[in-house]
């Protein structure tokens, strides 16, 4: 099992940034990413970002990249979302993702509990 412990979250003026980490836990795999994704009121899940854990590789969503950096520290076993220049439309539940297959935009994998960011105008 695995478990996934969210933070960061909360609410911040436009224009503003927020830090998000994730600290898993439980059982390991060979080959796996962790990442971010996020929900909207009346919106579906939104890929945002994916690192392999391995190797550090990172991928994004366009409509992130520039202002969500994406980042892990295998030391601790956390990986974290640095938002820069936050706009109301983020406003968003987000959640943390492990994808044990290694895509890490596949929808798969565990979950954590999600944290509210709230983007005030």
């Known amino acids: 099992q695995v478990q996934l412990v969210e933070s960061g979250g909360g609410l911040v003026q436009a224009g503003g940034s927020l830090r998000l980490s994730c600290a898993a836990s439980g059982r390991t795999f060979s080959t796996h990413t962790m990442g971010w994704f996020r929900q909207a009121p009346g919106k579906a899940r939104e890929f945002l970002a994916a690192v392999t854990w391995s190797d550090g590789t990172t991928k994004s969503a366009d409509s992130v990249k520039g202002r969500f950096t994406i980042s892990r520290s295998k030391d601790i076993g956390t990986v974290f979302l640095q938002m820069n220049n936050l706009k109301p439309e983020d406003t968003a539940v987000y959640y943390c993702?492990?994808?044990?297959?290694?895509?890490?935009?596949?929808?798969?994998?565990?979950w954590g509990q999600g944290t509210q960011v709230t983007v005030s105008s």
């Open positions: 993702n492990l994808d044990p297959t290694g895509l890490g935009d596949s929808y798969f994998g565990y």
